[in-house]
């Protein structure tokens, strides 16, 4: 994949459990030009995560005050905590490299307003609920309560697909992976066309 100077943002969305945290960070460790936005969040760190790698951990009193100066691309609730891309951090980082968001439904309706932003929006799903459920419990980062309701909230989730470029089946890793190069391989061809 070329980086031509025509940077692009992908958003990656999927229901919990599917893998698009996975293959984020395949994207950004094959190719250098992509860097990972790093969203704001008030939820605390899980015992892997690292604060300004992972998320900017901060609290629900600083995340309400960015909100009030509009400070955010875009910010959702999800699961009674909040996540949020902040403008300064995207705009920085897109002078040089390619961006890819790990973010959901909300947060793309959100950026898709941005009418400036060269978006490419991929929705991640798994070829059914069982194994969405089956996933979830697998993965062991959320208690019995957290499985229930991240996988109760599928059925909204995937009622936004229509907001979506392009819809991938995750139903092996490395097959998922390659069709989302090829869709970014033509993207950046497409953008690089339109924007000479």
């Not at 909040?82 to 980082?93: F, R, S, W």
């Not at 897109?94 to 978006?119: P, V």
């Amino acid at each position: 994949m070329q980086h031509d100077g025509e940077n692009i943002m992908v958003i990656l969305s999927s229901p919990s459990g599917v893998g698009k945290t996975t293959l984020t960070k395949k994207i950004q460790q094959k190719y250098p030009s992509f860097k990972i936005s790093v969203s704001h969040t008030t939820r605390p760190p899980r015992s892997n995560e690292v604060n300004e790698v992972d998320y900017h951990f901060v609290s629900m009193g600083k995340f309400k005050e960015l909100i009030k100066q509009k400070k955010f691309y875009e910010h959702a609730e999800i699961f009674e905590n909040y996540y949020g891309t902040l403008k300064e951090n995207v705009d920085k980082t897109i002078i040089n490299n390619d961006i890819i968001f790990d973010i959901d439904w909300q947060g793309t309706k959100q950026l898709s307003k941005f009418k400036n932003l060269k978006l490419i929006k991929i929705y991640l799903i798994t070829d059914s609920k069982k194994e969405l459920k089956n996933r979830l419990i697998k993965r062991d980062q959320n208690s019995e309560e957290e499985i229930n309701k991240r996988f109760s909230a599928f059925d909204e989730d995937i009622k936004h697909w229509n907001d979506y470029d392009y819809i991938v089946i995750n139903k092996n890793l490395d097959i998922c992976f390659k069709q989302i190069e090829k869709i970014i391989e033509n993207s950046k061809k497409k953008f690089t066309y339109l924007f000479q």
